[in-house]
């Protein structure tokens, strides 16, 4: 099996991720508690997509715009749609990043950290200080993910997840899809 068969038959756990995350922000207004105490705060933005990749002829829907309504995400769920990409802002302590998260192969279309102070007509150790504020600041934001994503993956595995995570997921998307 190559490295591509390994990645096309892996493609569904970030697909899982993300609406495992829309499900956990949803849920707690937002607030989600990572092992190790930190609290990270998510909501799903104004951009989404969702896909049925596996049919002869693919079925995409998208949802994108300032004032978009994901509830139709959450039908297109129903339908069997997985979420293919996301644009989802995450907050920790007075940081906000936005971030577009491609689900099959679990990589990101962009990462937008906080704004750092403008440089000033300084000398070379004043660039080399902004440089090293810019790379602290994503690393912090691919922390964050890493932190959500290993805490999905330790319930993905889990016994728990079968009884008690993927109910309450199912219950979720079929919920609120009822009250359109």
């Not at 990749?53 to 997985?82: C, H, N």
């Not at 200080?129 to 994503?138: N, R, S, T």
Request: hydrophobic residues 40%; negative net charge.
């Amino acid at each position: 099996m190559d490295f591509l068969d390994i990645l096309r038959e892996k493609a569904f756990l970030g697909r899982e991720f993300l609406t495992w995350l829309w499900f956990k922000s949803e849920q707690t207004g937002g607030a989600i508690e990572v092992p190790g105490g930190k609290t990270v705060e998510v909501v799903f933005n104004d951009r989404m997509t969702l896909d049925l990749t596996d049919v002869d002829t693919p079925q995409t829907v998208s949802i994108k715009g300032e004032f978009s309504e994901l509830r139709e995400g959450l039908a297109a769920i129903r339908e069997g749609k997985k979420i293919e990409e996301a644009r989802i802002s995450l907050k920790s302590a007075d940081n906000e990043y936005s971030v577009i998260i491609k689900g099959s192969w679990f990589s990101f279309g962009s990462l937008r950290t906080p704004r750092t102070a403008p440089l000033e007509e300084g000398g070379e150790e004043d660039i080399e200080g902004a440089f090293l504020e810019k790379v602290g600041l994503i690393e912090e934001g691919l922390g964050l993910i890493d932190s959500l994503f290993s805490y999905f993956i330790s319930l993905r595995i889990s016994d728990d997840w079968e009884v008690g995570e993927l109910p309450k997921i199912r219950k979720w998307a079929s919920y609120d899809a009822a009250n359109l």
